[in-house]
C-alpha cells in the first residue's frame, strides 16, 4: 500500500521561501506509471492544483503560481519537494502531496490522483 | 475563479438519488479524461471516478461518472447521510502551459 507524508514548518513568515518534502513509503518514485503533484486548500476553499513532476525531472507548473514555485526530486531518498517563494498570508492552507498515475488510453494520456498524504497546514504571518 | 465550473451546492434526501455537474472547455474536459473526489470534513481528497467512468475498487456501484462534450457530470444514488461531503471534479488541461486543474467543489448535504 502507497503512503505519502508531508512534511515541513507549519509557520513561515511572510516574503519568505516555503519547503514541503513528500516522503513516498511502499512504492518507487522512480516509475514510468506515475507523475507526483502537490495540491493546496485554504482553509473553507476548495483545491488548486500547484504543480506537478515526472521523476526524471519534467515538471507542470499551474500558471499562476508558476512564477514562485520549484517542484523538485531525490529519487534516493523516494521524495519529492515543494518550494514556494515571497509568501503572503493567501498562501495560507493545507498543502497536500499526491500520486497520479499516468495511462495511454485512446491516443491520449490519462492521469487522476490515487493517493494523497494526509495534508499539512501551512500559516503565513508575522 | 476555478477553470472548471460546479454548481457550489445540492441536496437531496437519504435514499434519493443526486447528479453533480462539472463544466470545463476543449482544452480541459473536451479532450481528457475526467475524475471525481469526495472530500469529507477535515479529510484528505478520496478518488470517486477516474477516467470518466471507473470506480476504484472499494467505491460502490452508487457513484458513477460521465462525461459528453466539455461536461461531466457524477452520480450517486441510494443516498445516506455519510454521503454528505464537498465533491471536485478534476482534469488536465492541454492549454500552452499544460497543467492539473480542479473544479470549484459541490457541497453535497443530506437532509
Known amino acids: 500500500q502507497v503512503q505519502l507524508q508531508e512534511s515541513g514548518p507549519g509557520l513561515v513568515k511572510p516574503s519568505e521561501t516555503l519547503s514541503l518534502t513528500c516522503t513516498v513509503s511502499?512504492?518507487?518514485?522512480?516509475?514510468?506509471?506515475?507523475?507526483w503533484g502537490w495540491i493546496r486548500q485554504p482553509p473553507g476553499k476548495g483545491l488548486e492544483s500547484i504543480g506537478s513532476l515526472f521523476y526524471v525531472g519534467t515538471t507542470y507548473y499551474n500558471p499562476s503560481l508558476k512564477s514562485r514555485v520549484t517542484i523538485s526530486v531525490d529519487t534516493s531518498k523516494n521524495q519529492f519537494s515543494l518550494n514556494l517563494s515571497s509568501l503572503t498570508a493567501a498562501d495560507t492552507a493545507v498543502y497536500y502531496c499526491?500520486?497520479?498515475?499516468?495511462?495511454?488510453?485512446?491516443?491520449?494520456?490519462?492521469?487522476?490522483?490515487?493517493?494523497w498524504g494526509q495534508g499539512t497546514l501551512v500559516t503565513v504571518s508575522t | 475563479q476555478s477553470v472548471l465550473t460546479q454548481s457550489p451546492s445540492v441536496s437531496a434526501a437519504p435514499g434519493q438519488k443526486v447528479t453533480i455537474s462539472c463544466s470545463g472547455s476543449?482544452?480541459?474536459?473536451?479532450?481528457?479524461?475526467v475524475s471525481w473526489y469526495q472530500q469529507l470534513p477535515g479529510t484528505a481528497p478520496k478518488l470517486l471516478i477516474y477516467?470518466?467512468?471507473k470506480r476504484p475498487s472499494g467505491i460502490p456501484d452508487r457513484f458513477s461518472g460521465s462525461k459528453s462534450g466539455t461536461s461531466a457530470t457524477l452520480g450517486i444514488t441510494g443516498l445516506q447521510t455519510g454521503d454528505e461531503a464537498d465533491y471536485y471534479c478534476?482534469?488536465?488541461?492541454?492549454?500552452?502551459?499544460?497543467?492539473?486543474?480542479f473544479g470549484g467543489g459541490t457541497k453535497l448535504t443530506v437532509l
Open positions: 499526491a500520486r497520479l498515475p499516468r495511462h495511454w488510453l485512446d491516443s491520449t494520456w490519462t492521469y487522476y490522483f490515487d493517493y
Open positions: 476543449s482544452s480541459n474536459i473536451g479532450n481528457n479524461y
Open positions: 478534476g482534469t488536465w488541461d492541454s492549454s500552452l502551459s499544460a497543467h492539473w486543474v
Open positions: 477516467e470518466n467512468n
Open positions: 511502499g512504492g518507487s518514485i522512480s516509475s514510468d506509471n506515475y507523475f
